[in-house]
């Protein structure tokens, strides 16, 4: 089955910097990848996604790179925010998600 | 267009007891995912329904666990002899299809005495 690693588990920066999260994942069979962003106690929302044919998208502060041939993607956050601190999730889909075990960001201000 | 709801928000059993959980996924979604998490965890999968079939149950227990969406009414995830061991937040997700976006429910919090 699917295997998603997700890198790291915790990352702090500060109020303006840059944050990068990476995953990879095991099934070449996966053609959809999406990020979701969890606060505490509330459920995931997705927050940017791409599909395999695409390499690069990119949403206002947030872009998502995808690299087929290596099996990894990675998510971007520009000028963070102390609100984008929370759990960011990662997630691999061949029929079912496959999630990552999630990075704990937290944004100093 | 309400999004996905699950019912109850939280749910108290003491053990060795019986858990239902609702999940009425978004309207004209047909696919319903079952997600685990435990604290400070992430999201594991249980199952992958369609309305009247388990497409993927690969992720569930293969005891005590059981879930359905049937051609009328809510998907129910049951737990049946709850143990300490169960308590988690559980989410449903719902999608129009196989390969689209997946909305997640509010999840309902199991915490088992």
């Known amino acids: 089955g699917e295997n998603v690693e997700q890198h790291p588990s915790t990352l702090s920066v500060q109020e303006g910097d840059s944050a990068v999260i990476k995953c990879t994942y095991s099934?070449?069979?996966?053609?959809?990848f999406p990020w979701y962003k969890q606060e505490l106690g509330k459920r995931p929302q997705l927050i940017i996604d791409?599909?395999?044919?695409?390499g690069e998208k990119k949403d206002q502060r947030i872009a998502v790179t995808l690299n087929k041939t290596a099996k990894h993607f990675s998510l971007h956050i520009t000028e963070t925010q102390p609100e984008d601190s929370a759990v960011y999730f990662c997630a691999a889909r061949a029929g079912k998600s496959t999630f990552g075990d999630g990075t704990t960001l937290t944004v100093k201000p | 267009n309400a999004g996905v709801m699950q019912n109850p928000r939280h749910l108290v059993r003491r053990r060795g007891q019986e858990a239902r959980l609702r999940c009425s996924p978004m309207k004209g979604h047909s696919h319903v995912y079952w997600y685990r998490q435990l604290p400070e965890e992430g999201l594991k999968f249980m199952v992958y329904?369609?309305?009247?079939?388990?497409?993927?149950e690969s992720g569930m227990p293969k005891e005590r666990f059981s879930a359905e969406f049937p051609k009328e009414g809510p998907s129910i995830l049951r737990i049946q002899q709850v143990v300490r061991g169960d308590s988690a937040a559980y989410f449903c997700?719902?999608?129009?299809?196989?390969?689209?976006?997946?909305?997640f429910g509010p999840g309902t919090r199991l915490t088992v005495l």
């Open positions: 329904l369609q309305k009247e079939n388990i497409i993927d």
């Open positions: 099934d070449s069979a996966s053609n959809y």
């Open positions: 997700a719902s999608s129009p299809g196989e390969g689209n976006e997946q909305f």
């Open positions: 791409i599909r395999s044919n695409v």
